[in-house]
């Protein structure tokens, strides 16, 4: 097999798993509601994929690297987040989601400008959520109408996905860790949310989906921060499953938290309408 053939279809193959993962993870965002949805949209099931088959290529270094100028970009994540969700409320998908992207690409390319340090990142993320966090909290909650899937919605996604780790993997060897670790990083997830369930069931309750995930992306902000200190440490293979794992474990406590409090409103409401 030719060197030209065998890296083809080893991209095709990275395309199809990457695919796989995030139509898998959309779908069961439109079957849980916009808390779980929210979660499941937060776990790294597009970035994911393009760190691991970058570090199947590079080294550890390229990969703390990419990390470092990926922490940032989440910020701007947020701040694309929030841009759609008040857009949404009263403009239709063209304004909202395209108004969303060009502040996430102009947040972005000034990040790029910058060489940012573990430090720097995180203090970006806190800024970037504790300014973000309140002013969406006021959008968490909306009727969900129950959603008819079309054929053309896991074509789209896997294609959205398919394409980034293309650029990703494609493109690496000579853009180099920090223009990855930027592309690795734009919001797959998101916008398909966007692009998929703004049409069909209105801007409010898609904007719920997104308001939700706040709280879900500074915990992937964390994730990648860890990942940088222990793939510095350990290595690639231990630094993303770290990474992960950090993921999983943030996710699944605001899950917890919810429920509590979700069974604390119903007692009450029990307890008040026994009382009457």
Known sequence: MSPDLHFILFLLLRMAIAAAFVVTASIITERSGPVIGALIATLPVSAGPSYVFLAIDHDAGFIAQGALASLPVNAATIFMCLTYVVLSQRHNLAVSCTSAVAVWIVLASIIRQFDWSLTAGLAANLIAFGLCIPLLAGYRHAKMPLVTRRWYDVPMRAA??????????????????????????????FSS??????????????????????????????????????????????????????????????????????HKVHNKRRETTDAT
Request: hydrophobic content about 60%.
């Open 160 to 189: 959205l996905v398919a394409t980034l780790v293309a650029i990703v993997v494609s493109t690496s060897g000579w853009v180099g860790p920090r223009i990855s670790g930027i592309i690795a990083l734009y919001p797959v997830v």
């Open 193 to 262: 949310i966007m692009l998929i369930l703004h049409p069909r069931i209105g801007g409010p309750p898609t904007a719920a989906v997104l308001a939700n995930s706040a709280w879900g992306l500074l915990g992937f902000g964390m994730a990648i921060a860890v990942m940088h200190v222990a793939v510095v440490q350990f290595g690639s293979a231990v630094g993303l499953s770290l990474a992960l794992g950090t993921c999983v474990t943030w996710n699944l406590t605001l899950w917890g938290i919810g429920r509590r409090a979700m």
